[in-house]
């Protein structure tokens, strides 16, 4: 074997393992990045399904009185959503929360029911939650027809757990809790 | 002589090596190309679940319109804005989450038993469209009923 043919073995040598390298390096960062884009996505939709779930069984607090209606419905403040819903066959209701806890590496949401049972639904995974209680009321029988509703914008993933960069998720909608529709306008 | 034939038959050509590594590009290609399907796979899977919070969002706005205020009819895209009414003769407006790359469409179908008005019939489809803002053959359809309680 000559100099230049160990050169150019050498150099081929280098070439080939440098490409494989390159691909794998690629082929693990593209893995991790869909593997975290599923778990944001995952719990993304967990949080959702639950937020869903728990407006459907929603109903009025009637401990307030009917000029606190507001109130009675649902409290939305920057950093949680809380209202009452049926828990059980009887007919008793519960206090349920959500609450965001906003960070600088993500930051997670917990679903608390009651007074002790808490959740994490997303953990250090949001870049950005806001939500707010929208309202309509047009004029028709009684005191008119309302309709209430939970604006929720929330943008997940792209950061979060060290080392895990996933695709930013945004998902922006609208929950309209039914049972207390109908509360408000007039029907148990 | 014989030592430069010996060493010649244990070496590899540059023919050889380039055939081995065309080789080996040729086997990972499909890899890679199985990899970029799990890609899509999610992308797809998010997407449709964009599509499917917004079906939902429009099923439920009309859930929560009273019953004699839910006007029947067919209603494109264009219709299906954020504080448009939901019908001539109902006070109400959509209340519509701005989501791109989906296009919606709502029916709503009286239901009579007789003479006497039993159901509405509620049908969200949510296409989902590309990049160029054609559709991709991908749809989320979902129904609901709403019943006349005043019955």
Known sequence: MTFVEIIIAGGLAVLVIGATLYAFMQFRRGF????????????????LGFLRNDLINAVIDKTLPPDRWRDAVMTVTSNQVSFTAFHD????????????????GGGSLTRTQ????????????????????????????????R??????????????????????ITLSTKLFPTRMNRQLNGKS | MNRETTLRRYG??????????????????PVMFAF???SRGIQMTQEEFVAHNAALELLEQLNAVPFALLPAGKFGDAELRDSLPIGSKCPLKFHISQVPD?????????????TSLRFKKIEATIVLLDRKGKPTGRTVVLKSLLANETQ
């Open chain 1, 32 to 47: 991790e990045k869909g593997e975290s884009s599923a778990v944001v996505l995952q719990e993304g939709a967990l949080f």
């Open chain 1, 89 to 104: 066959d009887e007919g008793n209701t519960e206090k349920i929360s959500y609450a965001f806890s906003p960070a600088l």
């Open chain 1, 114 to 145: 009651g007074s002790s049972r808490t959740k994490t639904l997303i953990d250090k995974g949001i870049a950005s939650l806001s939500w707010s209680l929208g309202e309509e009321i047009v004029p028709g029988i009684g005191s008119g027809v």
């Open chain 1, 147 to 168: 309709r209430i509703w939970l604006n929720v914008d929330l943008t997940i993933g792209g950061q979060g757990k060290a080392g895990m960069t996933s695709k930013i």
């Open chain 2, 12 to 29: 590899f050509s540059l023919l050889e090596i380039l055939v081995g590594v065309g080789l080996l590009a040729a086997i990972m290609t």
């Open chain 2, 36 to 38: 970029g399907a799990g």
């Open chain 2, 102 to 114: 989906i296009q919606r469409g709502l029916e709503i179908k009286e239901l009579k038993q007789g």
